[in-house]
């Protein structure tokens, strides 16, 4: 088999002390499983080497056999729901850094932009057609704030979809996504890289792990980068980070873990680039625009993708820290106790310039024309206090058996915008634009601050039941009171609190040691407030307001060929969210009758195919419809009906692999995403700029060679054709931010 050697050797025992004297003083856990059950135990500390041959016995790098969730206890081959797990070893070998790019190894998420001259922030996304923005864990604790996520600290990825409100409660309507945290192991190493690539992009991060005690030992990971934006001037992305931790009781009944992340970023946001050129563009005539006008916008050329409409004196600053603690006790007959406790805290202050309308005065002379511009500053801080206790037990009762997993949480999270008046923006010229231009600052609108909490207190149990040896039953039950407090000049002081249930049933059966067949239906509610801490006197955050409700109906099979190293997995699904507000045709009233279905097929592979060849997969189908969504124009009388879905392709595919000849690895993969609708209403009216965000394929390679025992070379080449491509698009189709186009980094990496 081809493996990773992974070399022990004593590490250097002053790193080990500073992991230590900054761990200490910090309190906090995570929801990581025990040592004993963590499939990536053994590959924690891998040094970042390409494979070596060696005879044996061998897993996949790609392939994990169990999520690292206490709540998931069954292997993921009988687990009934679709997850895909992307392990720390595949972003490596794609030279990922950030969440979005470790996402696009599985089919069915989408990028999201804005509305039309804000731009989201961080990571904001859609799965399976509905926002899953507010649905990333950490350790399985609810994370918060817009903010981009780096993979430094991440031992795998865990993308489970579907709605999952008995996992993990409210606004899960899509799913979630669990980031897993390293964690010490009871050996000695050191694994680094070191990146250089164009658009000077620099970036080092370091991993030690130092036994300290038989049984306790001590990690400190750390990232620093520099990076520009292939193929965008001005736009920067700046940031280190550190994350020390500490483990006592490792291998032993009693376990305790503390630990600790902290970001700082330093960005320079982009705020995109008009659509104007691209095919599919439309301008429209209208009272400010005369039909000249508008016809020699039809046939204006691109603007130089480079272009940056913004100033130099945008910024974006974030600091973020966790800090979380963590019991583990097997207390016998099967049964283990755990307790995580964690406090975190994200502040985000980013002034960013959006762009709008162009403004062709002179229609004959394009170095005249015009885009007007908005500043848009977010001064926002989210704070989380929770405590997760938490039993999992084997039982019998009748003999049956039961694996149970059973727990109580309480959680307050709290969001306060400090509101900022922007200065009015000047026109930038629209095919030459001046970054260095100083737009104004902001001055302070106390008038428009908001300030908004959360508190909830929840008990779950879920329970898989083997009636025989070959099936399974699955139920799970998740009750929580959830209170909202929120307040703001323009609505005063709000309030709202209910009882919200979730459950999820499921049925498998194993047809074969190897390959099973599920059926599974699950539901998720987010009531008013429950995604944003945000309340309003009417709408969907109207405190009267009841609970949106997805439901998830899942039939799927999973197989474990070659001997159990590669994974095949297949589901036909159908997903509801019902509960959207909208307004009634004749009486112009908004209710909650909205309806949103979206169902499909999802197909993976993950694992080896041969002893040198690896390979993960996906291809999803997504056909979406917007069920009773009509709305009337208070003033004009027009009715408005909608029958699709935003941003949701109609399929979408990803395929990495990667392939070891002696010192050598080759790898490369494909992403393909169809179609994106951007106007998805019945007989709509032209309107100004894309309707569509056009598919795209792209495609990516890495070569490694391992220079001796402690030291490999890796080259990667992202958009190898330099395929010219939009991520994203606003939902007012007059700007897109681009993908990024054909981009080279070489990495060092070195393991002791």
């Keep these: 088999?081809?493996?990773?050697?992974?070399?022990?050797?004593?590490?250097?025992?002053?790193?080990?002390?500073?992991?230590?004297?900054?761990?200490?003083?910090?309190?906090?856990?995570?929801?990581?499983?025990?040592?004993?059950?963590?499939?990536?135990?053994?590959?924690?500390?891998?040094?970042?080497?390409?494979?070596?041959?060696?005879?044996?016995?061998?897993?996949?790098?790609?392939?994990?056999?169990?999520?690292?969730?206490?709540?998931?206890?069954?292997?993921?081959?009988?687990?009934?729901?679709?997850?895909?797990?992307?392990?720390?070893?595949?972003?490596?070998?794609?030279?990922?850094?950030?969440?979005?790019?470790?996402?696009q190894n599985t089919p069915g998420i989408t990028m999201q932009l804005g509305e039309n001259g804000n731009t989201s922030a961080g990571d904001t996304f859609q799965m399976r057609g509905f926002s899953a923005s507010t649905s990333t864990f950490v350790d399985g604790i609810r994370d918060l704030g817009a903010v981009t996520r780096d993979v430094f600290n991440i031992e795998q990825i865990e993308v489970v979809k579907g709605p999952a409100g008995a996992d993990t409660g409210r606004a899960a309507s899509a799913g979630y996504i669990n980031l897993?945290?390293?964690?010490?192991?009871?050996?000695?190493?050191?694994?680094?890289?070191?990146?250089?690539?164009?658009?000077?992009?620099?970036?080092?991060?370091?991993?030690?792990?130092?036994?300290?005690?038989?049984?306790?030992?001590?990690?400190?990971?750390?990232?620093?980068?520099?990076?520009?934006?292939?193929?965008?001037?001005?736009?920067?992305?700046?940031?280190?980070?550190?994350?020390?931790?500490i483990a006592f009781g490792l291998n032993t009944p009693t376990r305790f873990f503390l630990y600790s992340q902290h970001l700082r970023q330093n960005n320079r946001p982009d705020g995109g680039i008009p659509t104007i050129g691209w095919p599919g563009y439309t301008a429209v005539s209208s009272a400010t625009v005369t039909p000249a006008q508008a016809a020699a916008l039809m046939a204006a050329?691109?603007?130089?993708?480079?272009?940056?409409?913004?100033?130099?004196?945008?910024?974006?600053?974030?600091?973020?820290?966790?800090?979380?603690?963590?019991?583990?006790?097997?207390?016998?007959?099967?049964?283990?106790?755990?307790?995580?406790?964690?406090?975190?805290?994200?502040?985000?202050?980013?002034?960013?310039?959006?762009?709008?309308?162009?403004?062709?005065?002179?229609?004959?002379?394009?170095?005249?024309?015009?885009?007007?511009?908005?500043?848009?500053?977010?001064?926002?801080?989210?704070e989380i206090l929770a405590n997760q206790t938490s039993i999992n037990t084997t039982l019998s009762t009748g003999g049956i058996k039961h694996d149970l997993s059973t727990g109580i949480e309480l959680m307050y999270e709290s969001q306060d915008n400090r509101a900022f008046t922007a200065a009015a923006a000047t026109p930038a010229n629209l095919y030459n634009p001046n970054?260095?231009?100083?737009?104004?600052?902001?001055?302070?609108?106390?008038?428009?601050?908001?300030?908004?909490?959360?508190?909830?207190?929840?008990?779950?149990?879920?329970?898989?039941?083997?009636?025989?040896?070959?099936?399974?039953?699955?139920?799970?039950?998740?009750?929580?009171?959830?209170?909202?407090?929120?307040?703001?000049?323009?609505?005063?002081?709000?309030?709202?609190?209910?009882?919200?249930?979730?459950?999820?049933?499921?049925?498998?059966y194993k047809l074969a040691e190897n390959g099973t067949v599920y059926a599974a239906a699950a539901n998720s509610l987010t009531p008013p407030g429950g995604a944003n801490s945000t309340l309003a006197a009417s709408g969907q955050n109207s405190t009267a307001a009841d609970a949106?409700?997805?439901?998830?109906?899942?039939?799927?099979?999973?197989?474990?060929?070659?001997?159990?190293?590669?994974?095949?997995?297949?589901?036909l699904y159908r997903s509801e969210n019902d509960g959207q507000v909208s307004v009634d045709s004749v009486t112009n009233v908004a209710t909650q009758g909205g309806k949103t279905r979206v169902q499909g097929i999802e197909l993976a592979a993950v694992g080896q195919i041969t002893n040198f060849w690896q390979i993960t997969a996906g291809v999803q189908t997504m056909d979406a419809k917007a069920l009773n969504q009509r709305s009337v124009n208070a003033t004009t009388g027009v009715q408005t009906v909608t029958d699709g879905v935003r941003w949701t392709p109609k399929w979408s595919a990803t395929?990495?692999?990667?392939?070891?000849?002696?010192?050598?690895?080759?790898?490369?993969?494909?992403?393909?995403?169809?179609?994106?609708?951007?106007?998805?209403?019945?007989?709509?009216?032209?309107?100004?700029?894309?309707?569509?965000?056009?598919?795209?394929?792209?495609?990516?390679?890495?070569?490694?060679?391992?220079?001796?025992?402690?030291?490999?070379?890796?080259?990667?080449?992202?958009?190898?054709?330099?395929?010219?491509?939009?991520?994203?698009?606003?939902?007012?189709?007059?700007?897109?931010?681009?993908?990024?186009?054909?981009?080279?980094?070489?990495?060092?990496?070195?393991?002791?």
């Design 180 to 245: 897993i945290s390293k964690l010490p192991q009871v050996e000695n190493s050191i694994d680094g890289s070191v990146t250089i690539g164009d658009a000077s992009r620099k970036r080092a991060s370091v991993d030690v792990n130092q036994k300290i005690f038989d049984n306790s030992a001590v990690r400190l990971n750390a990232v620093w980068q520099d990076y520009g934006v292939p193929g965008r001037d001005e736009v920067k992305r700046k940031n280190y980070g550190i994350a020390p931790s």
């Design 548 to 571: 949106q409700e997805a439901k998830n109906y899942e039939i799927g099979t999973k197989w474990d060929l070659l001997n159990k190293r590669l994974n095949l997995t297949a589901a």
């Design 301 to 382: 050329p691109k603007i130089d993708s480079k272009n940056f409409y913004g100033s130099v004196h945008d910024y974006e600053d974030v600091k973020a820290d966790m800090v979380t603690a963590k019991l583990e006790m097997d207390i016998g007959n099967q049964m283990t106790v755990r307790n995580i406790s964690r406090y975190g805290r994200t502040y985000m202050d980013r002034m960013v310039t959006g762009i709008n309308t162009i403004v062709a005065v002179n229609p004959a002379d394009r170095s005249t024309w015009t885009l007007s511009r908005s500043r848009q500053r977010v001064n926002q801080t989210n």
């Design 1 to 103: 088999m081809s493996r990773y050697i992974k070399s022990r050797k004593h590490a250097v025992a002053p790193l080990a002390a500073l992991a230590a004297s900054l761990t200490l003083p910090l309190a906090h856990a995570a929801d990581t499983p025990a040592p004993a059950d963590a499939s990536t135990a053994s590959a924690a500390a891998a040094p970042y080497l390409p494979q070596v041959k060696v005879e044996g016995t061998a897993q996949s790098d790609y392939k994990a056999d169990k999520s690292a969730s206490s709540k998931l206890t069954q292997p993921l081959l009988e687990t009934p729901k679709t997850i895909s797990v992307i392990k720390k070893e595949v972003l490596r070998e794609q030279g990922a850094v950030s969440l979005i790019e470790a996402l």
């Design 435 to 508: 970054p260095n231009v100083d737009l104004g600052g902001s001055t302070r609108n106390v008038a428009g601050d908001t300030s908004g909490s959360t508190t909830t207190t929840a008990i779950y149990a879920l329970d898989t039941i083997s009636v025989t040896d070959a099936l399974k039953l699955t139920a799970g039950l998740r009750t929580e009171h959830y209170k909202v407090k929120y307040a703001s000049v323009a609505t005063g002081a709000l309030d709202t609190g209910k009882w919200v249930t979730s459950w999820n049933v499921a049925a498998l």
């Design 655 to 752: 395929l990495w692999n990667s392939y070891q000849w002696n010192d050598f690895t080759i790898g490369g993969g494909v992403r393909h995403t169809a179609d994106q609708k951007r106007v998805v209403t019945v007989a709509a009216t032209p309107s100004n700029g894309l309707s569509t965000l056009p598919a795209y394929t792209v495609v990516d390679v890495m070569g490694a060679y391992r220079v001796n025992k402690n030291l490999s070379l890796q080259l990667n080449v992202t958009n190898l054709f330099d395929k010219e491509y939009m991520s994203s698009l606003n939902n007012g189709g007059s700007r897109l931010v681009l993908g990024a186009p054909r981009a080279v980094t070489l990495m060092a990496n070195i393991g002791f």
